[in-house]
Each structure stands twice: as C-alpha cells, then as structure tokens.
C-alpha cells in the first residue's frame, strides 16, 4: 500500500490551506460538509492522525472517529428529521476511495430518498454554511 501522502485536499483542509464548513473540531478528530452531498447533510468526519484509510490508521484514532461519527448522526437525525443515517467508508483505489485521507461519510437518509451518485453536483456555499451552522447548534445543545 503506498505511504500517507500529506499534500491530500483533507490535509489541507486539516493545516487550514483550503477551507471547509466545519461542524465539530477538537484534538483529534475533525467533521465539515461535504462539498458534494449525496444527500443534504452529508458530513465527513476525519482524524487529525495521518491515516490513508481504515488499513494504516492506529486502532485508537479509528474508534475515535467512530466516536465523533456516531455524534453527527445523532445530530443529523434531529437537524434533518432524518429517517436514517448512511455510514460509508472507502478504503484504496479498488475499495472506492477518491481522497487518501482517512474519512466516515455520514449521510442523513429519508425513506424513499435514494443517494446522489458520488460526487455529483457541487452544493451552494450558502447551503453548506447553512447546515454547519445548524449541525453545531445540535451538537451543541
Ligand atoms: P471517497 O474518497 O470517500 O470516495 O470520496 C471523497 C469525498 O470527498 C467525496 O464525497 C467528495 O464529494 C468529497 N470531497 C472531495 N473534495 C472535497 C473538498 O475539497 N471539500 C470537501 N468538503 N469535500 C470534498
């Protein structure tokens, strides 16, 4: 498997080199929207830990992530009135992974409602602020 390549767009995202919409940070883990949801409020969450994916990654900063993944879906199911969550996570090439920065996707779901092809359509700006914003008032209440 080839080593954890540093100039990935989520470490950018993480050195603050690119920006993202961000809903919850701390020491080891940090969530923000995806930029092309497959559902409205789709959110990464990804460790601050160099991982390329699930195969690399420390047992402990994986639970973490899993911690904090756990955390978004239950805001998500408030913040959306979501019937469901969706979590997915890629790993290599072959396994479907796009960006080789270890990430969750956690994706609110509606009966019904099928997901967006990956990396579809670009979300509006406003749109993506607009759900950070109301993804960190749950988690924070
Ligand atoms: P995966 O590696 O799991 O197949 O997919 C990478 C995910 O990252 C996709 O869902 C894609 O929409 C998302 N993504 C790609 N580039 C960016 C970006 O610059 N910012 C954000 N927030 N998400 C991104």
């Known amino acids: 498997m080839p080593h954890y390549d540093p100039s990935n767009i989520f470490a950018k995202i993480l050195r603050g080199e690119l920006p993202a919409h961000r809903i919850y940070e701390d020491g080891r883990a940090l969530a923000f929207m995806d930029i092309m949801p ?3 409020g ?3 969450v990804i460790p601050k830990a160099p991982a390329r994916n699930i195969l690399d990654i420390e047992t402990d900063d994986l639970a973490y992530v899993v911690q904090v993944a756990q955390r978004i879906a ?3 199911m408030k913040v959306f009135a979501a019937d469901g969550i969706t979590v997915q996570q890629f790993n290599e090439t072959a396994g479907g992974q796009v960006v080789f920065h270890l990430h969750m996707h956690i994706i609110p779901r509606h009966e019904g ?6 990396q579809s359509d670009m979300e509006k700006p406003e ?4 759900h950070a914003e109301r993804l960190r008032a749950a988690l924070a209440g």
């Not at 409602?113 to 990956?118: E, Q, R, S």
């Not at 749109?127 to 607009?130: F, Q, V, Y």
């Open 127 to 130: 749109i993506l602020a607009e």
């Open 74 to 76: 239950r805001a998500q």
């Open 42 to 44: 789709h959110a990464l």
């Open 38 to 40: 497959r559902a409205p």
């Open 113 to 118: 409602v099928a997901l967006k092809p990956p």
